[in-house]
């Protein structure tokens, strides 16, 4: 680590991860050196919330399906966060604690997988952020009726504000919108994500137009929290985009939750899934083949080799998020 700071680089303009923006992070939240994060600035023109700030959108959802033509979808970059560490030496920082971690599980899942459960609730998710209104891709899935849960930085910048033009398209397959795609009305993350940059809390729910759930053949993901990490094997899926991979469909690690972040609190896996792959769901299955629970999101990795992958830890903080806004 390099002293007490660490950085998350976040592609831009279809440039590689070194060359985008720097955004310094200290104790676990974005450092603005000194300035309010955008949300701190513009608090009265958000939806707000005891545990969540929000936003409404400003396009219509006929005008934000207009906007994302195939071309625009196809050229969409992946948003990472990568925090550096030292060399990427992951393993010297000492703030770091872990367990024993099962052998990774990846896997491309096939055709067959869009169709079933989980497949049918997991989607890929447009929007635009940033000064320049970059169009970006992030991972995300149906919690309930037409809430969609993704990661809080997929939503929105502590730099620049709320991401706008989000679509999710559920089923996403090699460019294919099996089962159509869905704007949203209403953003919404958590205070300490969208006031202060924090990845304790980067999570966030998206407010749909209508009700996603009826064409993912009723299926969702409830929420479950206060797990032992240690003891759970969690399912991350998502649609990793940066190299090896290409967004276009579906990858799966398998993992126990063997590390913990002592910097940001959160839980990591033993997964290489990259950029793109943000806001997708760690899930692990109830008591019969048709039911998952969601127990994290795809939130950051260190930089190097694509190692462990890190969920903001869900707890009751994560629950009275989730019931202040779903209905």
Same mark, same amino acid.
């Given at each position: 680590m390099k002293g007490t700071f660490v950085a998350v680089c976040v592609v831009? %303009? @279809?440039?590689? %991860?070194?060359? @985008?923006?720097?955004?310094?992070?200290? /104790? @676990?939240?974005? /450092? +603005? $050196?000194?300035? *309010?994060?955008?949300?701190?600035?513009?608090?009265? *023109? +958000?939806?707000?919330? /005891?545990?969540?700030? @929000? +936003?409404? +959108?400003?396009? $219509?959802?006929e005008e934000v399906r207009a906007f994302w033509t195939s071309e625009r979808m196809k050229s969409a970059i992946p948003l990472d966060m990568e925090l550096e560490e030292g060399d990427g030496a992951e393993r010297e920082n000492p703030r770091v604690t872990r367990g024993s971690c099962s052998p990774n599980y990846d896997q491309k899942e096939n055709t067959t997988f869009y169709n079933r459960t989980p497949g049918v609730a997991v989607g890929k998710v447009f929007f635009r952020q940033g000064l320049f209104n970059t169009a970006y891709v992030c991972s995300g899935s149906v919690t309930k009726d037409n809430y969609v849960m993704t990661a809080g930085h997929c939503v929105y910048d502590p730099l620049t504000g709320f991401s706008t033009d989000f679509l999710f398209v559920p089923g996403y397959y090699e460019g294919e919108e099996p089962r159509g795609s869905y704007a949203a009305v209403n953003l919404y993350t958590t205070s300490g994500w969208g006031l202060y940059g924090m990845f304790t809390w980067d999570y966030a729910i998206a407010e749909l137009e209508s009700n996603v759930e009826e064409v993912a053949k009723g299926k969702n993901f409830p929420l479950v929290v206060n797990l032992d990490a240690g003891s759970t094997v969690y399912r991350s899926y998502g649609y990793a985009a940066d190299r090896p991979y290409d967004g276009e469909t579906v990858h799966q690690c398998t993992s126990e939750g063997c590390v913990i972040d002592l910097i940001y609190s959160t839980i990591g896996i033993y997964c290489d899934q990259t950029g793109g792959a943000s806001g997708g769901p760690w899930l692990i299955p109830g008591k019969t083949d048709s039911l998952f629970f969601i127990a994290g999101v795809n939130s950051y990795h260190y930089n190097g080799p694509h190692i462990y992958l890190y969920s903001p830890y869900f707890n009751s903080d994560t629950q009275d998020f989730y019931d202040a806004i779903v209905k």
């Open positions: 831009v %303009v @279809g440039v590689s %991860v070194a060359c @985008g923006v720097v955004v310094r992070v200290v /104790d @676990g939240h974005i /450092d +603005m $050196s000194g300035k *309010e994060t955008w949300g701190q600035q513009h608090k009265s *023109e +958000m939806l707000v919330g /005891d545990h969540y700030v @929000g +936003m409404k +959108m400003a396009r $219509s959802p």
